[in-house]
């Protein structure tokens, strides 16, 4: 069970978009739509943002929204404001009940 | 207003076993709606899941780190428990609790996390 791939870093400026992928493989990503992401602020605990793929939580903006095509799931963030500059994690369902997180990506805000 | 908290010691020295307790208030730890985990992430590292259990018992580990990981929980005290064993420097992280339901594939509710050193 390996992690997933992130980018390290991705930035935009304010009212860009952008999109964070998240690669992992046919065991995981490619075999399930159970791609959920966490946004992290530093020394804060992670917040559920996108679960299932594309589903927003009640509370959640709906600048953000999730996809996935093949063993890549991505995170889009459109409208980039300044309160988006977190990590954001993905984590995918990796089948008998166990989970597999990717490194994260920070998303800095020019 | 769901919570959870996490505690146990800051330090634990090589070889020895990790213990932390995670207290759920504000919710029944004993829903048949919810597993309950535990997540750690090493400092300037990503996330990584550990572990989870059901309340009648039923445990789910991460493969790399079974051999080492127990979760147990007490419904009496709406608490659930992580041990690990024979840590070394690679295991000192911030250790999270969390709320995983049953119904959408999730971490949805967290705990504020507590960092475990190990060191002599």
């Known amino acids: 069970q390996s992690a997933l791939t992130q980018p390290a870093s991705v930035s935009g400026s304010p009212g860009q978009s952008i999109t964070i992928s998240c690669t992992g493989t046919s065991s995981d990503v490619g075999s399930y739509n159970l791609v959920s992401w966490y946004q992290q602020h530093p020394g804060k605990a992670p917040k559920l943002m996108i679960y299932e793929g594309s589903k927003r939580p009640s509370g959640v903006s709906n600048r953000f929204s999730g996809s996935k095509s093949g063993n890549t799931a991505s995170l889009t963030i459109s409208g980039l404001q300044a309160e988006d500059e977190a990590d954001y994690h993905c984590?995918?369902?990796?089948?008998?009940?166990?989970?597999?997180f990717g490194g994260g990506t920070k998303v800095t805000v020019l | 207003q769901l919570q959870l908290q996490e505690s146990g010691p800051g330090l634990v020295k090589p070889s020895e076993t990790l213990s932390l307790t995670c207290t759920v208030s504000?919710?029944?730890?004993?829903?048949?709606?919810?597993?309950w985990g535990w997540i750690r992430q090493p400092p300037g590292k990503g996330l990584e899941w550990i572990g989870s259990?059901?309340?009648?018992?039923?445990?789910y580990s991460n493969p790399s780190l079974k051999s080492r990981v127990t979760i147990s929980v007490d419904t009496s005290k709406n608490q659930f428990s992580l041990r690990l064993g024979s840590v070394t420097a690679a295991d000192t992280a911030v250790y999270y609790c969390?709320?995983?339901?049953?119904?959408?594939?999730?971490?949805?509710?967290w705990g504020q996390g507590t960092l475990v050193t190990v060191s002599s």
């Open positions: 259990i059901y309340y009648s018992g039923g445990t």
């Open positions: 504000g919710g029944s730890i004993s829903s048949s709606s919810y597993y």
């Open positions: 969390a709320r995983q339901p049953t119904a959408i594939v999730s971490l949805d509710y």
């Open positions: 984590c995918s369902y990796a089948g008998s009940s166990t989970y597999v």
